[in-house]
């Protein structure tokens, strides 16, 4: 049942920040009933103080939508029980928007429809939360705008499947970069972590001639150390422009840059 909660808690984040990016939805556990397990929620919005929604009970709109949005999803998986392609997430991503048109929500500034890969990642929050019950067990969503309805939970999602078919184009590039080693592979042939900026960068080491020398202890890093490298970067954008994911592959490490590091006077100043 947690697992529900927390699943339908990140879809009404994505559906909310769909409409403005300063909406943010609070889901409140309101009431428990024992017997056959019944749990009800309650949503809070919460937003920044913007001109544009003074007017109007806003709330009302969004907060509708937002159920409905959700239902609207639940039916879609009564309708499936796999993913077999990417016309299946944009008829998902249609019947939100239609819904979006009839509650009003359209009428809100900045309204843009929920991509394709929150779609997906909607459908997957689904399946792998229902994937925890036992045989026997059903869910059903219950609201005052509409009847309960059943969720399936023959619904299997496979992420590795569901990301390939949301892929429209990918776009490769190389380039000569200074990647800040984080975490080496000591072991195989798994990732190297790397940070880039501010950022963390997941990558392949595929330089086999650097990578014997380094095991074989002939190349030596320390924390702190950089490599000067030339990597591959593959992103792969969805239908609607979307990045999906990024890669990247260490294709040729050319230098071990080493961090500055205190001399022997340094760490034991003389009394």
Not at 193 to 209: Q, T
Not at 247 to 257: D, R
């Amino acid at each position: 049942m947690t697992g529900l909660i927390e699943a339908f808690q990140e879809i009404d984040t994505y559906l909310a920040q769909s409409i403005r990016s300063g909406f943010e939805p609070l889901t409140l556990l309101e009431d428990i009933e024992t017997g056959s397990l019944r749990v009800w929620l309650r949503n809070v919005l919460t937003t920044v103080d913007d001109e544009s929604l003074r007017s109007g009970d806003w709330k009302k709109v969004v907060g509708a939508f937002l159920v409905k949005a959700k239902r609207i999803m639940v039916d879609w998986t009564t309708e499936h029980t796999e993913i077999s392609s990417e016309a299946d997430l944009t008829d998902l991503q249609q019947r939100i928007l239609d819904e979006a048109a009839r509650t009003g929500v359209l009428h809100i500034p900045m309204y843009s429809p929920i991509p394709t890969s929150q779609i997906a990642k909607s459908v997957e929050l689904i399946a792998d939360a229902t994937r925890q019950l036992r045989p026997g067990d059903s869910v059903s969503f219950l609201s005052e705008l509409q009847a309960p309805a059943r969720l399936n939970l023959e619904l299997q999602v496979v992420p590795e499947t569901l990301s390939d078919l949301l892929v429209h184009e990918s776009l490769v590039n190389e380039a000569l970069m200074i990647l800040i080693i984080k975490k080496p592979d000591f072991l195989g042939d798994s990732m190297w972590e790397f940070r880039h900026g501010k950022g963390s960068i997941p990558a392949k080491l595929l330089d086999g001639k650097w990578l014997a020398e380094f095991r074989c202890g002939n190349v030596v890093i320390h924390p702190g150390d950089a490599l000067r490298a030339k990597v591959r970067s593959t992103a792969r954008y969805g239908y609607d422009g979307d990045v999906i994911d990024l890669q990247y592959e260490v294709v040729h490490v050319e230098a071990v840059i080493n961090a500055i590091r205190p001399t022997q006077e340094g760490l034991f100043p003389r009394g």
